[in-house]
């Protein structure tokens, strides 16, 4: 590994976080803490900004008290298995991922989950696992390298007081639309009565950080009104974020296409592109695409926390804070994102030790999240929509 990459894993935090909790911290593989300074000296061009992304990638970490836990994730929901032909990583995150995963090896006991998991995806090959996650929507993914393209951010843009509309979740989408936040963009957060941000039921400083300074609004488009006052906030929009398969938002009436016709700049964030129905979060996606250390016996251990994330995010606000020169749909997916910062052929080799590895570390929120649905009424008057 060369002197910055490994630098700048040291500096990130992420480092840190990855190894065994007995053990010494890791240097993870590519250059992943670089790409993250490259994306926060492109924003800091657009609008003066000044932030290290490298430790943007360990952030959450730092409120969550997070640590490196080898085969299973920081955060704990996800594991890495070996399956007949090489590993996988499998998330167990949501409420529903045990009756998922049950159906996923054909209806094993919840209580003996765990073990009757790790023994089906010992027997099968990853392209079994891959298929079957696909069609139940479980966030698994067998490791083994994909062919993406992911944009390059180009001529800094400013994005002061141009109004995004944030319908993402969790932490990529929404440290997008923080970091458009504070270049001073006007964001507005859009949830729906049945579907509201997981992450607020998360660390609550963590959500703050990100959320401080946004407007929330609450729209049901099962209802007609609410359904018009929604079409209506998007065409005022000038950025689009949001992280859903696209006949979700299709189904609310909305069209990227159209937006970017118009001239908007719509930043979709998927786990494995808009062309794909499967789901991924940080921790597999990353792991799966090859964001993966190897301990002292060549086994794989995770990189620092949910990391495709934050460097999703990242560079997704840097596209963003692009010139495009007309209406663009920025295709981000996580999977491409962090196939870009590892070299091929995959490392196998015992990884580094980062002996220079620093905690991570955690920025104070601005102010505090608004609750959901607190600023609908002014945010539609504001902009002339009726409000229902």
């Not at 692009?322 to 870009?340: F, K, N, Q």
């Amino acid at each position: 590994m060369d002197e910055t990459a490994a630098r700048d894993w040291a500096e990130s935090g992420a480092a840190w976080l990855t190894g065994h909790p007995d053990g010494p911290p890791l240097l993870p593989p590519g250059n992943a803490a670089t790409w993250a300074r490259r994306m926060t000296d492109h924003i800091e061009a657009a609008s003066g900004v000044d932030l290290d992304g490298a430790t943007l990638l360990s952030e959450r970490a730092a409120f969550t008290g997070a640590r490196r836990h080898g085969a299973c994730s920081a955060g704990g929901a996800c594991r890495l298995l070996p399956t007949l032909d090489g590993w996988a990583a499998v998330s167990n995150a949501r409420p529903d991922d045990p009756m998922l995963l049950s159906a996923l090896i054909s209806g094993a006991p919840d209580e003996n989950l765990d073990n009757a998991l790790a023994d089906w995806v010992r027997a099968h090959p990853g392209a079994e696992l891959d298929e079957r996650a696909g069609l139940l929507s479980v966030a698994a993914s067998s490791c083994m390298p994909r062919a993406f393209t992911v944009p390059e951010p180009g001529q800094p843009r400013p994005v002061e007081d141009l109004l995004v509309v944030d319908f993402s979740a969790l932490w990529a989408g929404p440290l997008c639309g923080h970091l458009l936040a504070l270049a001073g963009a006007r964001v507005v957060k859009v949830e729906t009565p049945q579907r509201p941000d997981g992450a607020r039921y998360g660390n609550k400083d963590f959500y703050d950080l990100l959320h401080g300074g946004t407007r929330s609004v609450v729209l049901d488009p099962r209802e007609p009104a609410q359904r018009r006052a929604l079409q209506a906030l998007v065409a005022k929009a000038d950025i689009v974020i949001e992280a859903s398969r696209p006949r979700a938002l299709a189904g609310f009436g909305l069209d990227a296409a159209e937006f970017v016709a118009n001239g908007g700049t719509w930043v979709s964030i998927t786990a494995w592109g808009r062309d794909s129905d499967r789901v991924g979060f940080g921790d597999d996606v990353a792991a799966a695409s090859g964001l993966i250390a190897r301990d002292g016996s060549g086994l794989p251990v995770f990189c620092g926390d949910a990391i495709a994330d934050p460097l999703t995010g990242l560079t997704a606000a840097a596209l963003a804070m692009s010139d495009p020169g007309r209406g663009v749909l920025w295709e981000v997916p996580m999977a491409g994102v962090v196939s870009a910062t590892v070299p091929e052929p995959w490392p196998v080799a015992p990884s580094e030790t980062a002996w220079d590895a620093v905690p991570p570390v955690a920025r104070k929120p601005l102010s505090a999240a608004p609750a959901p649905g607190a600023d609908t009424a002014e945010v539609l008057s504001s902009l002339r929509i009726p409000v229902p």
